[in-house]
């Protein structure tokens, strides 16, 4: 960890040349302490800068913020002889500040963004990095796992915490890490001061819309990775078989960056050549630089082999040879709350839980399950409250196409009420008219039914939570766990319980 720094040694210039000794950074004032440097960034809601009075009280030896902070803690700074640095980017300053602070991270990191498909991405690469030996993580919506775990408040944490974390993985003896790049960390920019060896984009569709407003916006906040965090020296792993695919290989081609292409275009470098599909997961046939190679993923769905090799492009990228990371595949695990197994009904029905919650994802993974399931599939959906309304009746629609029968339920209903979330994804839903459609309010009442539905040979996607384990309900996070209750309704329905 790091040792006292300067303002200077941490690349900061202060008002008047001060250059005190930093004893800590933090973006909450709440656990600023004597000599720290504490960040007052622009906020959605609020300012930072309406802190600094309370970091003064606590001792802080300096401040960072922008113009419009410096202005409005003007009071407070004047009554204090703080040093106050003002940056033009405070955030990008502060993620170069911190990366400084803590200093060392593992020796190979790589990044993956893209709409859906990160956090499967990301623990692919882990995994095949240990089954190659090495001591691996991945960091993201699922917290730290892997040679070194911890938990993580959102899926790209803030640079202090980033950085603090990379920091202590790699005390620990953590050499490899693959972390998952979201728009909102990227906007931010909460990733600038991590060295990647690469940088991964999965796919591009509709979500987060509420935070970016446009399309174009949540596009551009996305190729930063690729415009601004990754160095010339990286690599890009591409999913050419995205329709932006080509763009983001173009953006970086245009900056003298490596693309490896992957999928199924015969443009990509790592190329699928041939699927075929089984009860119990999928063969591949792939073409890696024109040299045919054969795999065994144990993992239902097609879209896992589109994240696979965008995880197998990494690990080749960030050094691994080609021949060994094919070699590990057959080994691969489902991801928590990704396509998982959950429960299987004794007449041989399997539940799955899957994180699917934009249109794009609903689509992908029921698609993917089809050629699996012999009878009929079941999906339970819902949506999540304060977030993009507009995606609420696309995933409806998306459910009813892709399903025989549609469960609508709540998800994360947060401050709206749940019967007008419920009643934006039926719309979708009864449009289609392609489907059975019913409305099941309480979300465990609703994986029940969709589980008492299942004959022979059907299937049940419950889709939206995946791994989370609470339901968000006004400000109250309920206990709720789509896996645990799955495996509640199937015994009771089997009377085990």
């Known amino acids: 960890m790091s040792e006292i720094k300067t303002l200077l040694d941490l690349g900061l210039h202060a008002r008047g040349g001060r250059n005190p000794r930093i004893l800590g950074v933090e973006t909450d ?37 922008d113009a ?11 009554a204090s002889d703080v040093a106050l640095i003002v940056a033009q980017d405070p955030r990008q300053a502060l993620a170069q500040t911190a990366s400084l602070w803590f200093g060392a991270h593992p020796e190979v990191m790589v990044a993956v963004t893209g709409t859906n498909g990160k956090t499967s991405v990301s623990t692919f690469t882990r995994q095949i990095w240990e089954l190659l030996g090495y001591a691996g993580i991945n960091l993201g919506t699922t917290g730290v796992e892997g040679a070194w775990t911890a938990p993580l408040h959102h899926t790209t944490p803030d640079p202090v915490t980033l950085h603090r974390v990379l920091a202590e993985a790699e005390e620990d003896g953590v050499t490899h890490a ?12 909460r990733l600038d001061g991590v060295v990647l060896a690469a940088a991964g984009f999965t796919n591009f569709t509709q979500d987060h819309l509420d935070y970016h407003e446009t399309f174009d916006a949540y596009f551009e906040a996305k190729m930063g990775l690729f415009t601004r965090v990754l ?36 443009d990509a470098r790592l190329r699928i050549v041939g699927q075929r599909f089984d009860d119990t997961g999928q063969d591949l046939q792939l073409m890696w630089q024109d ?14 082999a589109d994240n696979v090799v965008v995880a ?12 060994d990371v094919f070699a590990t595949l057959d080994r691969l695990t489902t991801v928590r709350g990704r396509m998982q197994l959950v429960a299987t009904r004794e007449n041989g029905a399997p539940v799955f839980v899957d994180y699917a919650h934009t249109p794009d994802a609903i689509q992908t993974a029921l698609r993917a399950m089809r050629p699996h399931v012999m009878g009929r599939i079941v999906v339970v959906v819902g949506a999540g409250g304060d977030r993009d309304k507009g995606k609420r009746p696309l995933m409806g629609q998306a459910a009813a196409a892709n399903a025989d029968l549609v469960v609508v339920t709540d998800d994360n209903p947060r401050s709206e009420r749940p019967a007008d979330i419920r009643a934006a994804v039926l719309s979708g839903a009864t449009a289609e008219n392609s489907a059975e459609v019913i409305e099941v309010g309480d979300r465990a009442e609703a994986i029940l039914r969709g589980i008492d539905a299942l004959g022979p040979g059907d299937a049940l996607l419950i889709a939206g939570k995946g791994h989370e384990t609470g339901q968000v309900v ?19 329905l089997e009377g085990r319980i």
């Open 29 to 65: 004032s709440r656990a600023v302490k004597r000599g720290y440097l504490f960040a007052a960034l622009p906020g959605t809601t609020v300012h930072g800068a309406a802190y600094v009075e309370k970091a003064l009280s606590q001792g802080a030896a300096a401040i960072l913020t």
């Open 68 to 78: 419009a902070g410096a202005a409005l803690a003007a009071d407070a700074l004047a």
């Open 178 to 189: 693959a972390m998952e790049a979201s728009s909102h960390g990227l906007d931010q920019r």
């Open 231 to 266: 160095t010339q020296d990286g690599v890009a792993v591409i999913n050419l078989d995205d329709p932006r695919g080509q763009e983001v290989a173009s953006l970086c081609t245009a900056r003298g960056i490596e693309v490896i292409g992957t999928g199924r275009s015969p």
């Open 291 to 304: 040299r045919p190679f054969r795999a065994r993923l144990n993992l239902i769905g097609g879209f896992q």
């Open 312 to 323: 197998c492009g990494l690990a080749i990228a960030a050094g691994a040879i080609a021949g």
């Open 474 to 492: 006004g400000d109250t996070v309920l206990p709720f766990d789509d896996a645990e209750q799955a495996s509640v309704a199937v015994a009771a």
